[in-house]
């Protein structure tokens, strides 16, 4: 007969006992489950994975190379190794399971979890990201977990695994070289964090770097760095720190080089306007499906920081230097798609014009703003 977990938790929770084997097999002697030396062992250890780290997920977040965790209920619990989602063979007994591990993790970043506040979104002490949403707003109690990467990569070693062509990667060296203004774009889970920190890498020792982020995901290797890392209002809807206020702090910490880790609301407005007061060589990235696209994805974040319309693209132009889209095919490979300029008509309208654009196998198309990229190349 299956031990039900719930039952000998609710026996080990009435009688106030820890979950040790003497406790343990006392506990199955009363609910009437057979008591062998196996069977208190294996209970024990289902147990303390329940309470300790991610529980049943541990294992797949061990996994060489993963990137996402995702439990859709009980029954369903997929992975991401680098080459799209795929279902493992975790389960969880009830979506009642799912629940306490997700309020657990909550806890301990010290983050409500309830009916009354039914989602949340937190960084965990190891760096991994977890957002949870109960089963009162979803259906079934949904776990997103995005694993930190585990190593730094190199742009040679872009090259190596066909990331990223030769000739490319000379050309972002040129654009950090040249305190060129960056934007990285990209679809969720194309790589867009893990090329920036890349391109961190390459900033001169003697700079100093402020990074501003929503949840702390950067970690590129330099040897001054200083991290500031926003904060969601509380339960009494205090206390939570913005990325504009961030933005605004981290002017004032003397940084050579500005970085937000993600553009995506009225922090832009900060963002170019330190990009326009001298402070060159800044970085961030922005969700868009194209190079060409992150004009109208800086349109719709600029009005949320009040800037008109042609505010926000005479900004843009002159603080923004180059786009760099990266993309994550249908295979899950990543790699650096295009490098564009953002160039304002007649009407004084930004639009992306393509400079270099790479496809299969890392041919390079030089496209009609490469002449602009001059002083970088």
Request: proline content about 4%; some cysteine.
């Amino acid at each position: 007969m299956a031990i039900d977990l719930d039952e000998v938790r609710a026996r080990l929770s009435a009688l106030g006992l820890p979950a040790r084997p003497a406790e343990v097999a006392e506990a199955l002697a009363w609910l009437g489950y057979v008591v062998s030396d196996a069977s208190v062992l294996e209970t024990v250890d289902a147990l303390r994975r329940e309470s300790q780290g991610a529980g049943p997920l541990e294992e797949l977040l061990r996994l060489p190379g993963v990137t996402d965790v995702l439990v859709n209920g009980a029954s369903e619990v997929w992975v991401d190794r680098g080459g799209g989602l795929e279902l493992s063979g975790v389960r969880f007994e009830s979506d009642e399971a799912v629940r306490r591990l997700a309020v657990r993790l909550a806890a301990l970043v010290g983050r409500r979890l309830d009916d009354a506040s039914p989602f949340v979104d937190a960084r965990l002490p190891d760096g991994t990201r977890v957002h949870a949403v109960l089963a009162c707003i979803a259906g079934r109690t949904c776990l997103s977990l995005r694993v930190p990467a585990r190593v730094r990569f190199t742009l040679e070693e872009w090259v190596a695994r066909g990331s990223l062509s030769a000739s490319g990667a000379r050309l972002l060296r040129g654009l950090v070289a040249g305190r060129a203004a960056l934007l990285v774009s990209g679809g969720t889970g194309s790589g867009k964090t893990t090329l920036l920190a890349t391109l961190l890498g390459l900033v001169p020792a003697s700079e100093r770097m402020v990074v501003v982020e929503d949840s702390r995901e950067l970690n590129p290797d330099h040897p001054h760095v200083v991290h500031l890392e926003g904060r969601t209002a509380n339960a009494e809807r205090v206390g939570g720190v913005t990325l504009t206020d961030l933005v605004r702090n981290a002017l004032r910490m003397r940084p050579d080089r500005l970085v937000v880790g993600e553009v995506r609301g009225a922090e832009l407005a900060d963002l170019l306007a330190a990009l326009n007061t001298g402070h060159e060589g800044g970085c961030g990235t922005v969700h868009a499906n194209s190079a060409g696209a992150v004009p109208a994805r800086l349109e719709a974040l600029g009005a949320l920081g009040g800037l008109s319309r042609h505010a926000l693209h005479a900004q843009a132009a002159a603080g923004l230097d180059a786009v760099v889209h990266v993309r994550r095919d249908r295979s899950g490979r990543r790699f650096v798609e295009q490098v564009a300029v953002l160039v304002a008509g007649t009407d004084g309208l930004v639009s992306a014009v393509p400079a270099a654009t790479w496809g299969v196998g890392g041919l390079e198309e030089r496209g009609p703003a490469w002449a602009l990229l001059g002083r970088w190349t």
